[in-house]
């Protein structure tokens, strides 16, 4: 069964340093990956998605992503973190089999620290 | 500008009052989907729709009904709610989504449900 884990519930960064929230999926075809991120009382907003073409997947806000095959993982970086990126992240994944297209994480709280 | 509207934001209700969630979009998609996001538990797909008059359970059907008559609609409805449906929900929609799933979601504000 596809299933995709966000190792951190919650992760809390000073404004300026590197972000790593980390994905690590499961699936049993080549799948499509995402990242979406979540602004209080608003919508998911896509990130940025990987469907096989390169494995470093360039999104909105400076935000990036690398598919790691032989590591089942799809860890989402950002170089400096501002403090408007402070969100709800999630990563999702698309399954080619059983009832639901799509497969998301629980999610990671992203802390910006001025 | 292309969206998808949820109405309403908001509801505070009692239990067994049936009540719908309205959902429209404008981009001619063909995908449609609902889901409840819960503290701790992430988005849980509730029912969704690859075209007009196809729909289909996800991971959390009980207790909720759709319809999909107009490409553009998706109402959810709960004929009798009870307390346990009390949740954020967000309605999305996108391009076809064949089997491949390669198609980025577009996402509502989100419907805030409160069940007495």
């Known amino acids: 069964a596809q299933s995709v884990t966000q190792l951190d519930s919650h992760v809390s960064v000073s404004e300026g340093t590197p972000v790593l929230l980390r994905c690590n999926y499961s699936?049993?075809?080549?799948?499509?990956l995402f990242w979406y991120v979540q602004h209080p009382n608003k919508g998911l907003q896509l990130l940025l998605k990987?469907?096989?073409?390169?494995?470093l997947v360039k999104g909105i806000n400076g935000f990036e992503a690398e598919f790691k095959k032989s590591e089942t993982s799809f860890h989402l970086t950002k170089p400096s973190a501002h403090m408007s990126d402070a969100a709800e992240y999630f990563c999702v994944v698309s399954v080619r089999s059983g009832n639901t297209p799509l497969v998301f994480g629980k999610g990671t709280r992203l802390s910006v620290i001025a | 500008e292309a969206q998808v509207t949820q109405n309403p934001r908001y509801l505070i209700t009692v239990t067994g009052k049936k009540l719908t969630v309205t959902c429209s979009q404008n981009m001619n998609h063909e995908y449609m989907s609902w889901y409840r996001q819960d503290p701790g538990l992430g988005l849980r797909q509730i029912y969704y729709?690859?075209?007009?008059?196809?729909?289909d359970k996800g991971d959390v059907p009980e207790g909720y009904k759709v319809s999909r008559k107009e490409k553009r609609n998706f109402p959810l409805i709960l004929e009798s709610p009870s307390p346990n449906q009390t949740s954020l929900y967000f309605c999305?929609?996108?391009?076809?989504?064949?089997?491949?799933?390669?198609?980025?979601?577009?996402f509502g504000d989100g419907t805030r449900l409160s069940i007495l």
């Open positions: 729709s690859m075209n007009v008059e196809v729909t």
């Open positions: 999305a929609s996108s391009k076809e989504m064949g089997r491949g799933g390669n198609q980025p979601q577009h």
């Open positions: 990987y469907t096989s073409a390169a494995t």
């Open positions: 699936s049993s075809y080549s799948p499509s």
